[in-house]
């Protein structure tokens, strides 16, 4: 052996790749090379929406969780009533700014949309596929964005 220094270099490497790849490392970065619709429509909205909303892909579907603005909806505000009426707008308002920001191929070719929208007194979540929310880009009437969202977004209220 005329190098051995070189070949115990060589074996502490390996463990250190070894270890590296049994850590999940490597399977990592070979899962965010794989190009997905999900990972289009979140870098879209990454560049034009506002920064609260944290936005990741879980496969193909699009999971985005954001908190009430406080200038749209004052966080101590507790009349049911009124409380429920202004989330389900900032709600309808949410999935319309998504479906204006992306590409239309891409988010039709996006599994499901949820989204979380969050108040001290009451959280929505909203469950929707890619190909229904993509359609309300098109829709310019009131009465039908109401029906659309009616029959294609479902919802789940959490009072606190």
């Given at each position: 052996m005329k190098n051995p220094i070189l070949m115990v270099g060589i074996l502490f490497m390996a463990i250190f790749l070894f270890q590296l790849r049994d850590k999940g490392f490597f399977s990592k970065r070979a899962e965010s090379m794989i190009p997905t619709s999900c990972k289009s429509v979140?870098?879209?909205?990454?560049?034009?929406?506002?920064?609260?909303?944290?936005?990741?892909?879980?496969?193909?579907?699009?999971?985005?969780?954001t908190k009430v603005d406080p200038k749209v909806i004052d966080p101590k505000l507790k009349d049911p009533k009124i409380l429920r009426e202004k989330m389900y707008k900032a709600l309808a308002n949410s999935y319309a700014s998504?479906?204006?920001?992306?590409?239309?191929?891409?988010?039709?070719?996006?599994?499901?949309?949820?989204?979380?929208?969050?108040?001290?007194?009451?959280?929505?979540?909203?469950?929707?596929?890619?190909?229904?929310?993509?359609?309300?880009?098109?829709?310019?009437?009131?009465?039908?964005?109401s029906r659309h969202f009616q029959q294609t977004i479902r919802v789940q209220e959490v009072t606190k």
């Open positions: 979140m870098v879209r909205l990454n560049k034009y929406m506002n920064d609260a909303w944290e936005m990741k892909c879980n496969g193909n579907n699009l999971l985005i969780e998504i479906s204006r920001y992306s590409l239309e191929e891409s988010l039709s070719r996006t599994n499901i949309i949820s989204f979380r929208l969050i108040h001290p007194h009451l959280t929505l979540n909203s469950m929707s596929e890619g190909q229904h929310v993509a359609n309300i880009k098109n829709m310019k009437e009131v009465s039908n964005l």
